[in-house]
């Protein structure tokens, strides 16, 4: 993935490697716990719609925070608000991993909180600083998104049957919001263009009433909806087919891996399309398949995760990058990355602890991927309107 700098050289290198760094932070902090969420119900006694919260309390807090987002921006400005997003997810980390009960909920509300400052202002920031290269960089921040995920979920399992623990686990994730401070600390002295300003305040009101943004909102949100319900329960649905914990903590890292794969093939293909209804289609295919076969044919878990990841993967770049398509300036990128964001999170946060309820009563995980299936094919009927050619007025 190659792509042509603006002419500001290192201060342009230094400000993707930031933002890259700043994105290893908005996935792995919060997923790579589900594969603990056994240990941790069984250390607590939780029963599984109360370990359902642990995946809940973060997607709330996306959908409270995020609506408020570009409003902290314009007050304190973009650099300094993706800082503060950095070290209330250290704060988070570190109260999640003391050894209480409370504490654990806290830390991860906190981390959400962090999260969900990210996953608004990146879009922007990109909009603002990188106006030629939105899917481009969405696609690589997408990518190291993924990879660190990958890499967290895969290595929660091993640090905590070799001495660490689930606590001590959990805390090792803070080494990547600390050197995404590192990275972003120059970015506090730097004379950076004013991001967002009081005329953003129109773009909040409008954008709630157009019908483009809420097919670009829906599609993101069905997404976030689907992943976060099998991200948070993959692991016990594998466990329960007779995977160890390892295994599912692997598959687990397999499925991270997957969704970050489309950031290498989707910002290649996108220039070379009219529009995006297609592709939009297709890959909430994918999701559908996936999730198909994890339901019909769960011995073959490692094949059905690879193609749902790839497909949600795909499904939230389109979403990301529809943000910065569908929007005509910087002010209403953030508006509707606000807008998308805090609905698609609200919707995600029903998902994980409804599930859970489901599979308590029917005493399997079918009900819930079939429910997966059928919103997969809704999620494709948006993504047919949102990826028309066509830019919010």
């Not at 250290?90 to 830390?107: D, K, N």
């Not at 011995?299 to 990841?309: C, I, P, R």
């Not at 990355?337 to 489901?358: D, E, F, I």
């Not at 997966?372 to 993504?383: D, I, P, T, Y």
Request: glycine share 10%; proline share 5%; net charge positive.
């Amino acid at each position: 993935m190659t792509f042509s700098l603006p002419s500001r050289g290192k201060q342009s290198v230094l400000l993707i490697a930031g933002i890259l760094m700043i994105a290893t932070t908005l996935r792995v902090t919060f997923t790579a716990a589900a594969p603990l969420l056994d240990a941790i119900r069984a250390e607590y006694g939780l029963t599984t719609a109360q370990t359902g919260m642990l995946t809940t309390l973060p997607l709330l807090a996306f959908a409270l925070i995020s609506p408020l987002a570009a409003g902290v921006a314009r007050r304190f400005g973009m650099e300094r608000s993706l800082f503060a997003a950095m070290v209330l997810i250290c704060l988070g980390i570190a109260l999640r991993s003391l050894p209480s009960a409370l504490l654990l909920f806290v830390g991860t509300a906190i981390i959400g909180c962090g999260i969900a400052l990210g996953n608004v202002l990146l879009p922007g920031i990109l909009k603002r600083d990188f106006a030629q290269h939105v899917a481009k960089l969405t696609g690589a921040y997408s990518l190291t998104m993924g990879v660190a995920a990958a890499l967290g979920s895969a290595a929660v399992v091993p640090l905590a049957q070799h001495g660490a623990g689930w606590h001590g686990a959990l805390l090792m994730l803070m080494v990547f919001p600390l050197v995404a401070l590192a990275l972003w600390l120059p970015r506090l002295r730097a004379e950076a263009p004013v991001a967002l300003s009081s005329s953003g305040a129109l773009h909040n009101r409008g954008i709630w009433r157009s019908g483009l943004a809420w097919q670009v909102t829906l599609y993101l949100g069905i997404n976030s909806l689907i992943y976060y319900i099998v991200i948070g329960w993959l692991p016990s649905i594998l466990i329960a087919h007779g995977f160890t914990d390892a295994q599912a903590g692997s598959v687990h890292g397999m499925l991270q891996l997957a969704t970050a794969v489309p950031g290498l093939l989707v910002p290649l293909i996108l220039p070379r399309l009219k529009d995006q209804r297609g592709i939009a289609v297709v890959t909430a295919m994918f999701c559908a398949v996936g999730s198909l076969g994890l339901w019909l044919s769960p011995a073959q878990a490692a094949l059905w995760t690879l193609v749902y990841g790839f497909g949600s993967g795909a499904t939230m770049i389109l979403g990301l990058t529809f943000i910065g398509l569908r929007a005509c300036s910087a002010h209403q990128a953030a508006a509707l990355s606000g807008m998308a964001q805090s609905v698609g999170y609200l919707l995600a946060a029903c998902g994980p602890p409804l599930m859970g309820k489901v599979h308590d009563a029917s005493g399997d995980w079918q009900l819930p991927l079939l429910a997966c299936v059928l919103l997969s094919l809704v999620m494709a009927v948006f993504g047919a309107f949102a990826g028309r050619d066509r830019e919010i007025r």
